[in-house]
């Protein structure tokens, strides 16, 4: 069993910059890789990064490479997501979830626990 909880987000400026914490509790989450993944309003739930068990494997979607980093301190039991240059369009609320394996996953389903998600809302 895991149990996440995200904190960070909040109202920012067009480029501005957030980082998004996902504290996690529960013996397994050294193992499991972890995703953040947002919902914008009126949007299905759609993939931003993941990151393997051991922080050596991450993924993102097209529209925020480059832009968002992914990253995670086992000894914390927390994974972050680095948002810079942000967008309008990257407003919405943002969710941490772990899978079993411990490899990177990209879609919903494939995740066993997500946290209560954390809303960014970036102004123009």
């Known amino acids: 069993q895991v149990q996440l909880v995200e904190s960070g987000g909040g109202l920012v400026q067009a480029g501005g910059s957030l980082r998004l914490s996902c504290a996690a509790s529960?013996?397994?989450?050294?193992?499991?890789?972890m995703g953040w993944f947002r919902q914008r309003p009126g949007k299905e739930r759609e993939f931003v990064a993941a990151?393997?068990?051991?922080?050596?494997?991450?993924y993102y979607a097209d529209s925020v490479k480059g832009r968002f980093t992914i990253s995670r301190d086992n000894a914390k039991n927390t994974v972050y997501l680095q948002m810079n240059s942000l967008k309008p369009e990257d407003t919405a609320v943002y969710y941490c979830?772990?899978?079993?394996?411990?490899?990177?996953?990209?879609?919903?389903?494939?995740?066993?626990?997500w946290g209560q998600g954390t809303q960014v809302t970036v102004s123009s």
């Open positions: 979830a772990a899978h079993s394996a411990p490899d990177v996953r990209t879609t919903p389903n494939e995740y066993n626990y």
């Open positions: 529960g013996r397994t989450f050294r193992f499991s890789g």
């Open positions: 990151i393997s068990w051991s922080g050596g494997s991450t």
